[in-house]
């Protein structure tokens, strides 16, 4: 590379564009400590009672056309931090992208539910991703869906992550365009997301010379694992639209298959729902989330 254009050495990464990288022996930790420090002294909550997780397990955020109004300027400023810092805190998705559907016109409910979020991470700055060294290259993903999710249109929120071994190294939380008519519906058409998304990792790591074979997709309905097994067109799935039946087609060739996980170890339901204190930090630390500063 340096023959062919003019570099310099600047040594180990170790901060880029808001990201702390620590770099050691036997493993590699990312975080956004600083940045998290710097935008509560942004927005004046240096010192806010901190809160054990993003968002109450309660909580159902709407439109609330009578609430009181509030500045969206300001709301929108603190939306694009909260979005820049889901680079490094997937535990922060969920709540952030049900918070920035209302940027349109934000009540004073939307604008408490967006400060619980800084108030978690008050308590949490130093939170971020591991990467142990002796990892497996082993691909794999998790799906959930949330049937009938979005209060306010009951469209689904689907989530998925993908890991390489025990590494998270993708993930999304997305209010899908449809609306399902069970939850068969919504589990398959999360199915399909993730499917793409194992398939596009897969043909990256095959350009590096890795070659992961078949990928196990953990789903827990066990009426979508059949359907991706099954060709017949049932009264269940004739309404579903025909893009989302590619995944059958990747079923039959072995590029993936779909394992059944109970819900208990559903790791992409934190990417669809508000959970308790409990279920929260559990799902937390199986994403691979610690501080190790």
């Known amino acids: 590379m340096q ?20 770099q050691r022996k036997d493993d590699t930790f990312i975080n956004q400590a600083k940045y998290i420090k710097e935008k509560l002294k942004k927005f004046g909550l240096e010192n806010v009672k901190p809160q054990a997780t993003p968002m109450s397990s309660s909580s159902k955020l709407a439109k609330d056309e009578r609430g009181k109004c509030v ?43 967006v400060k619980r979020i800084f108030r978690y991470l008050k308590d949490t700055p130093s939170l971020g991703l591991w990467y142990p060294r002796d990892s497996t290259f082993d691909l794999h993903a998790f799906l959930d869906a949330d049937y009938g999710g979005c209060k306010i249109n009951r469209k689904i929120t689907s989530g998925t992550c993908q890991f390489l071994g025990n590494m998270l190294i993708s993930w999304f939380s997305k209010k899908q365009n449809s609306v399902a008519l069970s939850t068969t519906e919504a589990e398959y058409i999360s199915a399909g ?14 350009d ?25 067109q049932h009264s269940i799935t004739k309404h579903i639209e025909i893009r ?27 990417f669809t729902k508000p959970l308790d204190k409990e279920r929260f930090w559990t799902l937390r630390r199986d994403l691979g989330l610690m501080d190790l500063s």
């Open 71 to 113: 500045d969206s300027k300001l709301y929108r400023c603190m939306i694009g931090s909260l979005l820049y810092l889901t680079a490094s805190r997937p535990d922060i998705m969920f709540s952030v992208y049900l918070c920035a559907r209302f940027q349109a016109n934000p009540k004073e409910s939307h604008l408490k539910a």
């Open 3 to 22: 023959g062919e254009f003019e570099m310099s050495m600047m040594w180990e990464l170790s901060f880029f564009l808001g990201l702390q990288i620590k």
């Open 193 to 206: 997301s993730c499917c793409a998304q194992v398939l596009w990792i897969k043909q990256q790591l095959f």
């Open 208 to 232: 590096y010379g890795i070659d992961v074979g078949t990928i196990p997709i953990k789903c827990d309905n066990t009426s979508v694992i059949c359907l991706t097994k099954n060709p017949i």
């Open 244 to 270: 989302h039946h590619f995944i059958r087609d990747h079923v039959s060739k072995n590029d993936i298959v779909l394992d059944y996980v109970d819900t208990l170890h559903q790791l992409a339901d934190i």
